[in-house]
């Protein structure tokens, strides 16, 4: 299906700000250090894409990332 | 050392900010903002003879090059100071670190700071945000940041270190001598070290025949990478680290929170009528009132947005100016309490990234809700005088408020 999102968080990156968790608590976890990881293999199910795109635009590391499949 | 004191420089005036910075300087305590704007219409990066040489990025974009470039600029100094005291082994890690020794450092205090942790003492600080405002509530006016602000940090680390809450006081005092202090007068840095440290010597001595579920336990017990025990020094040193990094800066952060709203009554009543933008508007106070400014040494010659930067500086690394940058939040100048993208940098950018931003930001939530519960309708007292903190850390230090019917 066209449109579908899938994110990824890079380890590299990441430095666990955890905004991302705070806005789209359904599409990240955090490990026991604090730092993100995208739930299963990041495939963003309907209706969540604006959070998606929120916690893109928030992190303060720009590591996120998010593709349209 | 003792006769540096005599030796310490003067502040004169500023009256050529572009060449002649001092973010000690009146005018800067008072109202740093216009001057940010000012520099960053110059240059990116400005310097200053004073402190020994200094430089100051007031782009965002510069902020974060610097913050990333651990190679070019070092940890092993934080404060920007008349001078430059011997760098101390196990100062404060993980903050006083560089690769690699940071990481494990920081590894070690990560888990107690989660979010998750952090949910778990969320229910003391409510309290801990009811007991305070229960001593003032029924005046109908307060320093809010002398009877509120200030204790809601100091009491919320002390009860995860597991030391008495009322000992807060003795913390603060340290605090202010290390943190605004000690810029123009070393001795007080070397005092309130030695203060804190033997403080928590006694502690952890305590906890080797006593041990207690509580934080200072747990660093006790941690292990390095090599599987050993930690020194006493190294758990004394993130002590020191908690104590100075986790008191001014949310003191700081709830105050500069509460004056806003204090001075902006739409702000007030929206974030009352619709409390589910209390996230949104904590990151806006983050954005633009950031308490904290760092420091780097520079350790060899780069440039950083094109301009020239030389050893034997410090750098200013100001996130507060970084989150005032036009070229990356549009309405930089205005509190958006709704803004939707706001990548701030208020906890730093990089591996140095606040260890305790979770708690940070679960006190100011907390601290303005509570404060909006019981004292909705509030505004600052045309009588008294709000002074702000100098230095590295910039909040209301006098926030006199008024409420209530009798005004």
Redo the contacts between chains.
């Keep these: 299906m066209s449109g579908k999102l899938k994110i990824r968080v890079d380890q590299d990156k990441c430095q666990g700000h955890a905004r991302c968790k705070s806005l789209a608590p359904e599409l990240f976890e955090l490990d026991e250090f604090g730092n993100a990881h995208e739930v299963g293999d990041g495939s963003v199910p309907a209706g969540l894409e604006d959070k998606a795109w929120l916690a893109q635009t928030n992190c303060p590391e720009i590591a996120i990332e998010v593709q349209e499949e | 050392m003792s006769d540096s004191v005599s030796m310490m420089p003067e502040h004169p005036p500023v009256t050529d900010w572009v060449n002649d910075f001092d973010h000690t300087d009146p005018r800067w305590t008072e109202n740093p903002f216009p001057i940010w704007d000012e520099l960053r219409n110059e240059c990116p990066v400005v310097h200053t003879k004073r402190f020994l040489g200094c430089y100051l990025p007031t782009t965002y974009q510069a902020v974060k090059e610097i913050a990333y470039d651990t190679e070019h600029f070092s940890s092993r100094r934080v404060i920007v100071r008349d001078v430059r005291p011997e760098v101390q082994r196990n100062a404060a890690p993980p903050i006083t670190s560089d690769p690699p020794e940071h990481k494990p450092a920081k590894?070690l205090l990560?888990?107690p700071?989660?979010?998750?942790a952090m949910t778990k003492l969320e229910p003391r600080v409510r309290a801990i945000c009811n007991e305070l405002i229960d001593e003032f509530i029924e005046d109908g006016q307060c320093d809010a940041a002398a009877r509120y602000t200030k204790h809601v940090p100091v009491r919320a680390i002390a009860h995860m270190l597991g030391i008495p809450e009322k000992d807060g006081d003795l913390f603060v005092k340290w605090i202010h001598m290390i943190l605004e202090l000690s810029i123009k007068n070393e001795s007080m840095l070397v005092q309130a070290v030695q203060e804190m440290s033997a403080y928590f010597a006694g502690h952890i001595e305590h906890r080797k025949t006593h041990p207690t579920d509580d934080l200072i336990s747990t660093l006790m017990k941690a292990k390095d990478k090599d599987g050993n025990p930690l020194e006493d020094s190294q758990v004394l040193g993130s002590l020191r680290l908690l104590l100075i990094a986790g008191i001014d800066t949310t003191w700081s952060a709830i105050g500069s929170s509460l004056w806003h709203l204090a001075n902006t009554p739409a702000d007030r009543d929206r974030l009352i009528a619709e409390p589910e933008l209390m996230?949104s508007a904590i990151?806006e106070f983050l954005r633009a009132y950031s308490p904290v400014t760092m420091a780097r040494e520079v350790m060899k010659e780069t440039t950083i947005s094109g301009c020239p930067v030389k050893p034997g500086n410090m750098v200013l690394l100001s996130f507060p100016a970084a989150n005032r940058d036009p070229a990356m939040f549009p309405d930089a100048d205005k509190v958006v309490i709704d803004r939707?993208?706001?990548?701030?940098?208020a906890?730093g950018?990089?591996?140095h990234?606040c260890v305790g931003?979770?708690l940070a930001r679960m006190e100011m939530t907390v601290a303005i809700e509570e404060w909006l519960k019981r004292i909705p309708d509030f505004r600052l007292d045309p009588a008294g005088k709000v002074t702000w903190s100098e230095g590295t850390v910039r909040g209301p230090r006098q926030l006199p408020v008024l409420f209530g019917k009798k005004n």
């Design positions: 590894q990560l888990p700071f989660t979010p998750d996230p990151e939707k993208e706001n990548r701030h940098a906890f950018l990089g591996i990234r931003s979770n």
